[in-house]
């Protein structure tokens, strides 16, 4: 059974910084990439950045310069940094792992963290 666990979400002021962190229940490395998702009320999830098995990294547009996206194998946790942290970022933040088979793929997902960026 995967089990992805985040952590870290909270209130913070426009401009200001957060990180969230995600635990895999088991190896990180098994996974073919993982991810940081997100959903604002009323409007589809959608990806924040993504770093693959191989370590590259991917970013939304609207986080590019300002998110970062790490990985630590040891300690099987996923982490995301987010700085310049505006009021649109506000969200529900989903942790993401993917793995491949047979040219399926097959996604797992935390439970969700709330990011609330206001004044």
């Known amino acids: 059974q995967v089990q992805l666990v985040e952590s870290g979400g909270g209130l913070v002021q426009p401009g200001g910084s957060l990180t969230v962190s995600c635990e895999a229940s088991?190896?990180?490395?098994?996974?073919?990439?993982m991810g940081w998702y997100r959903q604002a009320p009323g409007k589809q999830r959608e990806l924040v950045a993504g770093?693959?098995?191989?370590?590259?990294?991917n970013y939304a547009d609207s986080v590019k310069g300002r998110f970062t996206i790490s990985r630590d194998n040891a300690k099987n946790t996923v982490t995301l940094q987010m700085n310049s942290l505006k009021p649109e970022d506000t969200a529900v933040y989903y942790c993401?792992?993917?793995?491949?088979?047979?040219?399926?793929?097959?996604?797992?997902w935390g439970q969700g963290t709330q990011v609330t960026v206001s004044s």
């Open positions: 993401n792992a993917y793995r491949f088979s047979y040219r399926r793929r097959y996604d797992y």
């Open positions: 088991g190896s990180i490395s098994s996974y073919d990439g």
């Open positions: 770093i693959t098995d191989g370590a590259s990294t």
